[in-house]
T-cell receptor, first 116, second 115 residues
Framework: KQEVTQIPAALSVPEGENLVLNCSFT??????LQWFRQDPGKGLTSLLL?????REQTSGRLNASLDKSSGRSTLYIAASQPGDSATYLC???????????????FGQGTILTVHP | ETGVTQSPTHLIKTRGQQVTLRCSSQ?????VSWYQQALGQGPQFIFQ???????GRGNFPPRFSGLQFPNYSSELNVNALELDDSALYLC??????????????FGPGTRLTVT
């Protein structure tokens, strides 16, 4: 059974700081990994999708890396801003047999607060 | 291009009642997945529908059921509501069931409160 863990559970940083969020998963047989952002009480916004054959993806100030063999991913946020404050979730899509092709397994998230 | 929409936004029900939540998938997407997100937790997979048939199910009891319509919109039905069913219910659509490529796009969610 796939389990996804995110560390830290919460993070508070001053504006402008570079930061790293961590995600680990127990079953390395994944198809892809997605990082999402969730504002309080809202749905999920996809930030980055990394296919299992890729090592990293970048979008603006965000960079996500994937080390499938060790079961780890990191989300790097450069020059953080107060608008980056949100919960960040990682999710993996498994290779598992059967018909749950679209099943994502999520971590519990990291609550990020960037203060001015 | 219209994104994933869900209705209603908020809902309050009493224990034992039944509820129906609705989701319209993004244009061109034929696969819909439903997730339950309890407060402070990550979303949990309920089930997925592909071309009007259930295509996979998570660890949820049979009182959680669904439908997908020919236009690929979907409903989630929950019978005999329990207090623990209080959560944000998220719908996600994707262009197909291929394991490799497709990203899932999420709607804004329906907040269900059971009293």
């Amino acid at each position: 059974k796939q389990e996804v863990t995110q560390i830290p559970a919460a993070l508070s940083v001053p504006e402008g700081e570079n930061l790293v969020l961590n995600c680990s998963f127990t079953d390395s047989a994944i198809y892809n990994l997605q990082w999402f952002r969730q504002d309080p009480g809202k749905g999920l916004t996809s930030l980055l999708l990394i296919q299992s054959s890729q090592r990293e993806q970048t979008s603006g100030r965000l960079n996500a890396s994937l080390d499938k063999s060790s079961g780890r991913s990191t989300l790097y946020i450069a020059a953080s801003q107060p608008g980056d404050s949100a919960t960040y979730l990682c999710a993996v899509k498994n290779v598992a047999g059967g018909t749950s092709y679209g099943k994502l397994t999520f971590g519990q998230g990291t609550i990020l607060t960037v203060h001015p | 291009e219209t994104g994933v929409t869900q209705s209603p936004t908020h809902l309050i029900k009493t224990r034992g009642q039944q509820v129906t939540l609705r989701c319209s998938s993004q244009s061109g997407h034929n696969t819909v997945s439903w997730y339950q997100q309890a407060l402070g937790q990550g979303p949990q997979f309920i089930f997925q529908y592909y071309r009007e048939e259930e295509n996979g199910r998570g660890n949820f009891p049979p009182r959680f059921s669904g439908l997908q319509f020919p236009n690929y919109s979907s409903e989630l039905n929950v019978n005999a509501l329990e207090l623990d069913d209080s959560a944000l219910y998220l719908c996600a659509s994707s262009p197909g069931v291929s394991r490799v490529v497709y990203e899932q796009y999420f709607g804004p969610g329906t907040r269900l409160t059971v009293t």
